[in-house]
């Protein structure tokens, strides 16, 4: 299995909504990566988990909250989020905590918020 | 200066057409080097790792030049299915994460 499942593919929510994003990988990779991707700009780190801890924070709003259950998952909630938030929100993994082999990413979530 | 810098293009070129692209990075302790393909509202894909020696896969070939600091593509025999972004990416080692280009758009024409 050589995939970044993520899951939904779109979401549509409302600023007072609160919902998660999931992401999953059975590839054994130790760090896990959150991205914004806004329309023509290229993929913004937003937060790095390595062996299962939060190693970076890119100075992210409290409104995104990362969690990691396991090595495996990755999840994403929001609450309260502003509409200059809609993005595509893209999940990564790689082999090791600096990326020396590159990133594997999933497919995203378009998100919307209204 | 930004960390990783690339031409924003957009390149238009011929179906066949050879077509170059360069990116400098201005961490020189950078120790990885990636370029990335991502097709219009899909998610980035890894196309080559670049090679001290330099590298080829098929019509991509990929150079590093530390002294410069700056790697290339350069594709041959263009194909419409080349039509898409190229994303410089680095890794500015130490603890720091693979750092983006703001990519470069090519569209091959008919």
């Known amino acids: 299995d050589t995939e970044v499942t993520q899951t939904p593919k779109h979401l549509v929510m409302g600023m007072t909504n609160k919902k998660s994003l999931k992401c999953e990988q059975h590839?054994?990779?130790?760090?896990m990566y959150w991205y914004k991707q806004k329309a023509k700009k290229p993929p913004e780190l937003m937060f790095v988990?390595?062996?299962?801890?939060?190693?970076i924070n890119e100075s992210v709003p409290s409104r995104f909250s990362p969690e990691c259950p396991n090595s495996s998952l990755l999840n994403l909630h929001l609450h309260a989020l502003q509409p200059e938030d809609s993005a595509l929100y893209l999940c990564?993994?790689?082999?090791?905590?600096?990326?020396?082999?590159?990133?594997?990413f999933g497919s995203g979530t378009r998100l919307t918020v209204v | 200066r930004k960390e990783v810098e690339q031409d924003p293009g957009p390149f238009n070129v011929p179906e066949g057409a050879t077509v170059a692209f360069n990116c400098t990075y201005s961490n020189s302790a950078s120790q990885s080097f990636f370029w990335y393909r991502q097709d219009c509202r899909k998610e980035p894909k890894l196309l080559m790792s670049?090679?001290?020696s330099g590298n080829e896969d098929g019509r991509f070939t990929a150079q590093l030049n530390r002294a410069s600091q700056y790697i290339s593509l350069l594709i041959r025999d263009s194909k419409l299915s080349d039509s898409a972004t190229y994303l410089c990416?680095?890794?500015?080692?130490?603890?720091?994460?693979?750092?983006f280009g703001s990519g470069t758009q090519l569209t091959v024409l008919p």
């Open positions: 990416v680095v890794n500015a080692g130490s603890a720091r994460q693979l750092t």
């Open positions: 590839m054994g990779h130790r760090a």
């Open positions: 990564a993994s790689s082999q090791d905590a600096g990326g020396n082999y590159g990133y594997t």
């Open positions: 988990y390595s062996y299962e801890k939060l190693s």
């Open positions: 670049v090679y001290s």
